[in-house]
């Protein structure tokens, strides 16, 4: 019997510096995406995909991600008192012990990001987010693959189609044979160059893997870079268990990116009633 998906790890330690200054004393994940900080979207996805655990892997630094999610006493009374409705601040309120932090001490990688959560993952599946990759979907990107997970097993990884030009910034797919959305995964390599790469299935921010890997990436055997890489990791589960990529139906903005953030912006802003009409205004007035 396949087990259900319980719990979430958010690698959450990094520094952000493609996002400098605007990430030199807040956390990349707490900017704010219209109303909402990045860290909020991802946790939301979980949550809709049935996540009861998200175990965010921070760093020196990050405490504003965790205190995000907690309650806002003060600012609940004054609000309380002016007899404003408390409803903005639910989805930034966690329940007890749906959210824990463990702290990843240096930066050794994404692999080594997700190791630091394996006591608390123990012996179970568990989704990986990377809160930066903001995926926009009905239902979620998280919600596709667990719902795939629920008929495939093993382990699934989010795939898009890559630029040709842009393999050397991803982790690159060996694909096998296709059923629907899904492809069968034969190999994984990590950021090769354009004339190397095996394909243009390029793995962005969302996983489902299973609890073997954290005793692969416990080894701390270096990759690309000199990190301890995940990609590396998850690719020495092929064979030996089911491994598949998925193509979601979701539209994927990266936030780690200057021109991405803002496009990410536009874009929610444009989905919503309240704020399409001046964007549209400006848009349109700017020939």
Known sequence: MTKSVRKAVFPVAG????LLPATKTMPKEMLTVVDRPLIQYAVDEAR?????????????????????????????VTME?????????????????????????????????????RDIVGDEPFAVLLPDDLMIG????LKQMVDAYAELGGNIICAQEIPADKTDSYGIITPGAANGAATEVLGLVEK???EDSPSRLGVVGRYILQPELMGILGRGERGAGGE???????AQLI?????????????????????????????????????RPKIEEFLASRG
């Not at 139906?249 to 991405?260: E, I, M, Q, S």
């Open 81 to 117: 008192r002016a007899g404003k409705s408390l409803d903005a601040l639910a989805p930034a309120k966690a329940n007890y012990g749906e959210i824990v932090s463990v702290r990843q001490q240096q930066p050794l990688g994404l692999g080594h990001a997700v190791w630091c959560a």
């Open 239 to 275: 064979g030996k268990q089911p491994f598949h990529a998925l193509k979601v139906d979701a539209v994927r903005h990266d936030c780690g990116d200057k021109a991405g953030f803002v496009l990410a912006n536009l874009a929610i802003a444009l989905g919503r009633d309240d704020l």
């Open 192 to 194: 090769p160059k354009p």
């Open 15 to 18: 520094l952000g510096t493609r």
């Open 48 to 76: 809709e995909a049935g996540i009861e655990q998200m175990i965010f892997v921070t760093g020196r630094g990050k405490s504003a991600l965790v205190d995000y999610f907690d309650v806002g006493f003060e600012l609940e």
């Open 228 to 234: 301890i890489q995940l990609t590396d990791g998850m």
């Open 138 to 141: 009905k239902p979620g990107a």
